[in-house]
């Protein structure tokens, strides 16, 4: 990625510093913690619809297609910590999730609901709630007569002119459009978009004044070799992403316009079947500048085929998109996995994003976002959350799931974001066809953290951080968590990071630069039964010894630990490495299947590694790890403490070896790293270690 591209990517943004700051009163425990939340236990909703999703305050409005059918909208309170539905219809529509409402907040604060069935007819629905913000009451149905099959709806208001839009696929399945002036209360038909030979897939966005963007596809990917395709309508006119005039956009049934006479931002290259895109998200930065997402199938199958579908669909990626004003630059970030289902061969777990911040995405995969291997060693992968962030010194993207060894799919992310907050809501369950499903609504919150000071950037960047990670099938996916956490301390605090992920087996493994252990400030230790050359692992012996801290994550209490007879000549072992610097025994672990219920240690709740974290109790998913006695040393403090089946065990403490300050945390299962508590818990001891 160019650095252009990056400055792109993070101007306009604001600090996004990932952990609750209990300070935010008012708003429910479990929110506060980033609990995962289930807000319906029956709902579903299409990707070609917006918004599907509104955060007013502290109230999340979203819609949904129940499994029967039935339209909901469904209101998340914050503060109360609870979810409840409005049914908008019900045995009109039959079940398909294409079929799910766009929500608009009027200016009177009424929500204004429009959808529409999967090209069963000619009619677009519409109700607009009773009361400001309130879902409860609906005024009745209302319809409008088009003029041909319709399906989605896209609805957005212009403050400049008063107009409210609804993009919908209509006639010949193009896009076509209706316009209202009393927002919603009654519509007229506005016109075709653009008309071609395909049936086109677009995603819209609007900056809420004067510009609907689009972007654009010519076909189903099934039918064809499609390219991405951008533009924008703005006082009656139609515009290429230079702001080059396309022309007056049609008020009539018909349009001179197709997809192609926009400006192409990804090129499929339609003479060919190897990488065929399809729409997936699009938001405007701050400074109204479009920023997109999309998949791309590489391993589609012939054009048009729709029985030998078992040939493809196993190779999608994420790409996103950026326009400065002058130029387009895309890249791919992430492996997407696997076709959902057969038929559907296009049909991924999808990518969001931040509405904010353009470094930051959150994707649906079954497959590692980085490598695209399996999630599952036999193969049997289920479909997981990511969160996505874009590293400003590596360029690429780190990755920690929200989701992790699920028993069910979780697909089709939405983010919602203000300045104080971003919530993300995703389906659970089972998704056989998009007329066959059984999913629900899951729901996390996460509150920003205070930015941090010019000062204190600056005093973090003369700190060095190293992490030491192994890749390794019970290692707890470092790879992925400990990247993602150190470009967080880099990105939002400013201290410098390097990851190191050694290389070799775990009798001779090594680190590619052992001037990155020599150099560091502070050493973050997450590795698991590695033999080390002599000279590296003397450098972490001389680090100790210079009365530099360390922090041992989860598996450093067995890091060093492999038998004498196996270890590869040049390398050695530490085993006192456990007793004699974290300070404990390792006698083994709770029953896997058992979450660990993690609660303050009260007597020393004023410790600064502590500051911020609950008083109440929190749950990891990972199983507890057996490790008293601690070391008798008074220097010695539990910090939290965890209970999993009848195992009650210290999971957090500090202490000192010589002048060297040492943390270490049994914890760190993979989706501990997108729970607030344990992402505030390693910065506060990231932070008291450099003190």
Known sequence: MTSRLLFLLLCGTFSLQFHTLWGQKGFADAIRKGEIQTLSEDGSWCWFQDDRAVLLGDKVIFSGVTASGANTVTAWDLRKNQATASVLSEHTLPADDHNVSALMVRTDGK????????????????????SKGDIRSWSEEKTIKTNGRVCYSNVYRLEDTGETFNFYRGNQNNPHFLVSTDEGETWDFGGRLFEDFGRAYLRYASDGKSKIHFITTEEHPRHYNNSIYHGYYEGGNLYRSDGTLVGPISRTA????????????????????????????????????????????????TRGETRNTALGGFDHRYHVASWDGTTWTEQEIAYAGSRLYPGENEYTGLITLHPRNQGLVYISTDVDPVTGKSLDATGQSRYEI?????????????????????????????VLADNEKEVVLWLNGRYTTYKDYRLSVKGKVFFYGKKATADERTAAANKKITFLISEDPNNYEATWTIPNFANGLAEEKGYRTAVQLGEGPREGYAFPKKDEIASADLLVVFIRRVALPHAQLQLI???????????????????????????????????????????????????????????????????????????????????????????????????????????????????????????????????????????????????????
């Open 254 to 301: 018909n349009s001179p316009y197709k997809p192609t006479d926009f400006t192409m931002v990804y090129d499929g290259n339609a003479a060919t079947r190897e990488d065929v895109a399809w729409t997936s998200d699009i938001k405007l930065n701050a400074q109204g500048n479009p920023y997109i997402a999309f998949s791309v199938t590489k391993d589609p199958i």
């Open 386 to 414: 990511f969160r996505g962030q874009l590293s400003e010194k590596t360029k690429t993207w780190t990755w920690s799931p929200l989701t992790y060894q699920s028993s069910e799919d979780n697909i089709r992310p939405i």
């Open 111 to 130: 929500l204004l609901s429009v959808y529409a069935g999967h090209s069963i007819d000619s009619l677009i629905r519409y109700r607009i709630s009773a």
């Open 541 to 691: 012996q001389q680090h100790l010894q210079k009365g530099k801290p360390l922090i041992g994550i989860r598996t450093a209490n067995h890091a060093f630990s492999v038998p004498e007879e196996q270890v590869t000549d040049g390398h050695q072992t530490w085993w006192d490495f456990v007793p004699e610097i974290l300070g404990h025994e390792n006698r083994g672990y709770g029953p896997a299947d058992a979450p660990t219920i993690v609660s303050l240690v009260k007597k020393n709740k004023k410790h600064p590694i502590l500051r911020g974290i609950p008083t109440s109790s929190w749950t990891s998913q990972g199983n507890i790890y057996l490790i008293n006695p601690l070391s008798a040393d008074t220097s010695t403090k539990q910090l939290l403490r965890g209970s999993a089946a009848t195992f009650d065990e210290p999971v957090a403490f500090v202490r000192q070896v010589g002048k060297s300050k040492i943390f270490y945390t049994s914890l760190g299962y993979p989706t501990d790293f997108t729970s607030p508590p344990f992402q505030l818990l390693l910065e506060n001891a990231v932070e008291w270690a450099l003190k």
